[in-house]
């Protein structure tokens, strides 16, 4: 049973910068798909980051690329999202999710393919 929890998530003024942690148990993470979400209120949740098996191949939205970067400690089993310029748009609850096997790469940005889930670490851009 692979679990994962996040932490890092905070309040920060627009143009600021955060880090959140995605720590997994239960499975090495460079075995699983692991993509950031987030989930504005009243919002649907969308895909912002990810972070592909293996190699580790990292993919953005378009809304974050150039600001956020994502990694992995393979011997800390944590995957790892930088935010940098932040804006107000960027708040949210933040999911860590993980998928195992190898997802056609078009699957990756859909809530569905990923079949676990982190608790979610709120973030707040505000001044």
């Known amino acids: 049973q692979v679990q994962l929890v996040e932490s890092g998530g905070g309040l920060v003024q627009p143009g600021g910068s955060l880090r959140l942690s995605c720590a997994v148990s239960g499975r090495a993470v460079s075995t699983l798909a692991v993509a950031w979400f987030r989930q504005a209120p009243g919002k649907e949740r969308e895909f912002a980051a990810g972070l592909k098996r293996g190699m580790g191949t990292t993919y953005f939205a378009n809304s974050v690329k150039g600001r956020f970067t994502v990694s992995r400690d393979n011997g800390k089993n944590t995957v790892y999202l930088q935010m940098n310029s932040l804006k107000p748009e960027d708040s949210g609850v933040y999911y860590c999710?993980?998928?195992?096997?190898?997802?056609?790469?078009?699957?990756?940005?859909?809530?569905?393919?990923?079949?676990?889930w982190g608790q979610g670490t709120q973030v707040t851009v505000s001044s």
């Open positions: 999710a993980a998928a195992s096997g190898s997802p056609i790469v078009s699957s990756l940005t859909v809530t569905s393919t990923f079949g676990w």
